[in-house]
């Protein structure tokens, strides 16, 4: 008798690489997981604790309160609004729904490892499409889609580049896909982006049937340990997801902390306003060490090393890891000359340039 064997696929994945620091209080700075400078707003964080005196409750089965609270916060309709366990989770439903066996879904070169592993996991074959200049490029993707293509996944602006398509890019995309095509639109970032021709997505999934938004707590929100994610998509394909969630998939505290830090505005303008300002001057900073860095619209950036040994990729971080800033390598998704780093704190950023001119050896 031979052991269990797991389907065609899963064995094909390579499981997601997080940052080398778990969850819980450090002394370090932690730049790696594009995490919000600030923190969650405190009125989120009461919200969450005054929830948790009566975790014996289910919480609500479809986190009816939240999709109410998007709604009018994004001006969008309650019923076209579905919570996840994280926007993962979403990722993982709507591929689970629309892919299998002998079908196809697309993702950028250097796009968000989550879309090829929720593809593989459905036994279907993730395709990766070269982008250009770190972007993504629309007549590359095109120029893939298939009969057998069913999904095609764009972060945008993209983790780990930090680049973005503007609204006229995005629309000739959908232009040029076939209507049974679903085009996901990930806005993880969307928050931070100031760029005036650049749009999240609301409007194209409400003019085609065939456009998904999904959105996350864990990035401007800053409750990245709560697990709360959301999309906004057609009714027909609210209705297909909604057979598959998990009921209760998104907790009482979650649910009372993501209402709380979308009323709380101020503090999320202020976190917008911090990396406005931050995010440019550590470019400039940056590269006066005479380091590349790739354009970013969001709270993060990649930085270019060379690929002497002793002062590549690898080697500035651990450089930085031995002084306890901890960066993410970003070779898994085909970038080894790049270290990633997050927008912290003006003071953890000033840390960070710190820790470059001693690698670079500059005074
Ligand atoms: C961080 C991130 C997410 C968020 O995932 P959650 O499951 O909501 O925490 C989604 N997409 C991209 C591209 C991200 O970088």
Aim: hydrophobic fraction near 40%; aromatic fraction near 8%; include cysteine.
């Amino acid at each position: 008798m031979a052991p269990p064997k797991a389907k065609p696929g899963v064995l094909a994945i390579t499981p997601y690489a997080g940052s080398e620091v778990g969850h819980g209080g450090t002394d370090r700075v932690v730049v790696s997981s594009n995490e919000s400078a600030f923190g969650a707003s405190w009125r989120a964080m009461e919200a969450y604790s005054a929830a948790s005196e009566d975790v014996r409750r289910y919480p609500e089965i479809d986190a009816r309160s939240l999709r109410q609270a998007l709604a009018r916060h994004h001006g969008l309709e309650q019923d076209r609004i579905i919570c996840g366990c994280g926007s993962d989770q979403i990722i993982d439903l709507l591929t689970l729904c629309f892919a299998g066996p002998g079908d196809e879904t697309l993702y950028t070169e250097h796009g968000f490892t989550m879309y090829p592993i929720a593809t593989l996991g459905v036994g279907a074959t993730p395709i990766a499409v070269p982008e250009t200049n770190l972007t993504t490029d629309v007549d590359a993707i095109l120029a893939r889609v298939t009969e057998r293509t069913r999904i095609v996944f764009l972060a945008n602006p993209n983790n780990p580049t930090g680049t973005y398509v503007p609204e006229s890019e995005l629309r000739r995309l959908h232009a040029g896909l076939p209507e049974d095509v679903i085009l996901l639109l990930d806005g993880a970032y969307a928050e931070y982006v100031m760029e005036e021709d650049y749009v999240a997505g609301e409007a194209l999934v409400r003019e085609f049937s065939n456009v998904v938004m999904t959105r996350t707590f864990s990035k401007i929100y800053a409750l990245a340990s709560l697990r709360v994610g959301w999309a906004y998509a057609p009714p027909e394909i609210i209705d297909v997801l909604d057979r598959v969630r998990p009921p209760f998939n998104v907790s009482a505290p979650a649910i009372s902390a993501a209402i709380a830090a979308l009323e709380d505005r101020e503090h999320t303008e202020r976190s917008r306003r911090h990396n406005a300002e931050t995010l440019p001057w550590f470019i400039g900073e940056v590269e006066a060490l005479g380091l590349h860095v790739n354009p970013s619209v969001a709270n993060f950036v990649i930085v270019r090393f060379s690929d002497d040994p002793d002062r590549n990729a690898d080697a500035a971080y651990r450089f930085l890891f031995a002084r306890s800033i901890v960066t993410r390598r970003v070779a898994g998704y085909g970038l080894p000359e790049w270290v990633r780093m997050s927008i912290g704190t003006r003071e953890e950023m000033e840390e960070v340039l710190t820790a470059l001119r001693a690698f670079v050896g500059a005074t």
